[in-house]
């Protein structure tokens, strides 16, 4: 079994719409959406839903009204500013101390320190996981809550069901779409994989950003190809970059011109290469033929 990642060194790449392209050419692969911060695969794949979880990548304090006995020390340990003392009264005291949720950040001092066990450390909930049916065959994807944190987690997780789900049903590959940047989420989605695949476009920015998501898949020791997408729009850079990889021994497995196909085929709920037969089709072809000859 191989694992593809596709990554970005930033957004707007066009890294989903080639991972949507490679769903519908392999056909029988499992897909694992990873953008988990703005996950956009669903858009295309046009998933069925079957199987759904909530997730929980970390924990939050909460006080126990009745308990509280408004000592204070709650508050003097939290270095986040989350214990207030605007809580309700009890049978003790009128007042007592409550915990604000968007400051608290699960740290646990406060649990360890209350003198009257006033403190629950509650499993909160940061978003859901869904393992859903498209018509190239398994998907599994996440939806994070607002502003909520330990997308690591939750990428990590699609990953592990993702294999037990290729295992289960004899699929021989996954496609992963990981997520843009070099934060937490990258480096849980490309960890352990057999292969990533960096989509860059010809701007100085792509150009800059390629070269920190190459630096960080480097430092993982994994097989890492790159893709040039809009590759015609600067032909300037595109050569730069085309330079740049070849001094990282890496190599440039595929050119994709700019066609607003990728646009009118997301308005369409469809991947590129099923809305058209051109020639932009045939780059994103000849792209996926060399992914598959490197694995």
Known sequence: MKEIVVISGKGGTGKTSIVASFAALARTAVMADCDVDAADLHLVLEPKVRHSADFSGG?????????????????????????????????????????????CEGCGVCVHFCPNDAIEFRDVVNGQWFISDTRFGTMVHARLGIAEENSGKLVSLLRKKAKEIAVDRNNDLIIVDGSPGIGCPVIASITGADLVLIVTE??????????????????????TLVAINKCDLNPDVAQQIETDVHKRNMKVVGKIRYDDAFTKAQIMKCSVVEYTGGAVSEDIKALWRNITYAC
Do not use: M, W
Not at 83 to 100: E, Q, R, S
Not at 207 to 221: E, S, T
């Open 59 to 103: 924990k939050q304090a909460f006080i126990v009204t009745e308990k509280c006995i408004g000592c204070g020390k709650c508050r003097d340990v939290c270095n986040f500013d989350a214990i207030l003392f605007t809580g309700p009264a009890n049978d003790v005291i009128d007042k007592t101390y409550t915990v604000d949720p968007i400051a």
């Open 202 to 223: 010809p701007t100085l920015s792509g150009k800059h950003d390629l070269d920190r998501i190459a630096d960080l898949a480097a430092g993982f020791n994994i097989p």
